[in-house]
């Protein structure tokens, strides 16, 4: 059986983000035909969810994540220096020598026909030994992540505007010249490829996208809630935080205006004091927090609106909101990487006046709510199912192993 060493920074459970989703549910599926290592960093609450993970992999690593506090401070501090040195923050901030010394270990200990590295702040721990690894190297970006970090400068003000377009610059010459040194990656959208080949030329690259488990989601019934509305996302991410601020300054006004019985469920972990302090304002805004479960709330809602501004890659809470038939109203960076039609399978708008328009529109137009609950459903069920997406996923794998003779 075909080993595959797969190293992330974030431990794939439980799924509180979309990256977390997406490795957790390949895994799943993935482990059917591989033999699995999973070397991750885990926080001392997601240390009881390493059985979780062993179900699917034959071994499973785990080094504890410094908690807040001095680690923090000193982090930062290594930041700054990192940044006169011409080094983004964010590997600086991700660079943890335990799990070098772990990587060093399990490297020792087996040989590995595939070593597969989850986003770009993880590549620092194998680029470093790219000739001593006994192995092919695939680089899996989530994101291209300067994208993001320029539209959080532009969103930002001040010294933070200063500080994320530096490190949006550090940030693509560092993705740069990690395109040009590995041989094989796997984005989640064909605007991402363009910019990895444009890097390297050379790249042996594969556009796989997010998915959804279709069967999972139709595992639950609960009643659909008329007039109800929901926003989901780990809310510390700063993408969603800045849609969440959107949706409750500009967006929510015009729909209570023209549909005061409205309401809006805002479901997700860390929900920043300044969205909750926007949320109490705001009679039909209901907060939730971090659930167990997302089904029942995304099922129950008649409307799920993901307002991005900001992001890259192609957004799960979109493909789960069509598996549940919850019709979706998003912008386009909501929709990016994923094959939408306006008025087909989402209402698709860029401004607050465009997305509340979408929103009363669906919630009263009963024709067209069937219309697109079909037609995104069937989207789904036919292109990003896990099962799709993991044999697309598969197919890569024998192709490099092709490549280089194995």
Same mark, same amino acid.
């Given at each position: 059986m075909t080993k595959l060493l797969i190293i992330t920074m974030s431990f794939p459970y439980p799924l509180r983000a979309g990256g977390k989703i997406r490795v957790y549910n390949l895994i799943k599926q993935l482990s059917k035909e591989y033999s699995i290592t999973l070397l991750s960093l885990v926080t001392a609450d997601e240390k009881r969810f390493v059985p979780e993970l062993e179900k699917f992999c034959k071994r499973v690593e785990t080094v504890p994540l410094a908690e807040r506090g001095?680690? =923090?401070?000193?982090?930062? %501090?290594?930041?700054? @220096?990192?940044?006169?040195?011409?080094?983004? !923050?964010?590997?600086?901030?991700?660079?943890?020598?335990?799990?070098?010394?772990?990587?060093?270990?399990?490297?020792?200990?087996?040989?590995?026909?595939?070593?597969?590295?989850?986003?770009?702040?993880?590549?620092?721990?194998?680029?470093?030994?790219?000739?001593?690894?006994?192995?092919?190297?695939?680089?899996?970006?989530?994101?291209?992540?300067?994208?993001?970090?320029?539209?959080?400068?532009?969103?930002?003000?001040?010294f933070w505007r200063w500080f994320w377009r530096r490190e949006?610059?550090?940030?693509?010459?560092?993705?740069?010249?990690?395109?040009?040194?590995?041989?094989n990656a796997i984005v989640v959208s064909k605007e991402e490829a363009v910019c990895?080949? =444009?890097?390297?030329?050379? %790249?042996?690259?594969? @556009?796989?996208?997010?998915?959804?488990?279709? !069967?999972?989601?139709?595992?639950?019934?609960?009643?659909?809630?008329?007039?109800?509305?929901i926003f989901t996302g780990w809310m510390r991410h700063f993408p969603n935080f800045n849609a969440a601020n959107f949706l409750l300054k500009e967006i929510m006004p015009l729909i209570i205006q023209k549909m005061p019985d409205v309401r809006l469920y805002l479901v997700g972990d860390a929900i920043p004091d300044k969205i909750r302090f926007l949320a109490e304002k705001i009679p039909q805004v209901f907060l939730t927090g971090f659930v167990d479960d997302i089904r029942p709330f995304v099922k129950r809602a008649s409307v799920a609106i993901v307002p991005l501004r900001i992001g890259g890659g192609t957004?799960?809470?979109?493909?789960?909101?069509?598996a549940c038939r919850t019709l979706v109203v998003t912008t386009s960076v909501g929709a990016e990487g994923l094959p939408l039609r306006h008025g087909q399978h989402a209402w698709i708008s860029q401004d607050a006046k465009g997305l509340a328009e979408g929103v009363?529109?669906?919630?009263?137009?009963?024709?067209?709510?069937?219309?697109?609950?079909?037609?995104?459903?069937?989207l789904v069920e036919k292109e990003y199912d896990w099962a799709v997406i993991a044999a697309e996923q598969m197919a890569f794998y024998r192709d490099i192993l092709k490549r280089h003779g194995q």
């Open positions: 001095i680690h =923090s401070l000193l982090h930062r %501090l290594r930041c700054l @220096v990192s940044m006169g040195m011409g080094m983004p !923050a964010e590997m600086a901030l991700k660079a943890y020598p335990a799990l070098d010394r772990m990587l060093n270990r399990v490297l020792s200990e087996e040989r590995f026909d595939l070593i597969q590295v989850e986003h770009v702040q993880t590549l620092p721990y194998v680029l470093g030994r790219l000739e001593d690894i006994n192995g092919n190297v695939l680089w899996v970006e989530h994101e291209v992540l300067h994208q993001r970090l320029f539209k959080r400068s532009e969103a930002s003000k001040g949006a610059h550090l940030t693509r010459e560092y993705e740069a010249a990690s395109a040009r040194r590995v041989q990895l080949c =444009s890097w390297n030329p050379n %790249l042996n690259i594969a @556009v796989i996208p997010n998915g959804v488990d279709v !069967a999972y989601y139709d595992a639950i019934h609960v009643e659909r809630e008329p007039k109800s509305i957004h799960l809470k979109v493909l789960e909101a069509m009363i529109r669906l919630l009263r137009d009963m024709e067209l709510r069937s219309t697109m609950i079909t037609e995104a459903r069937s």
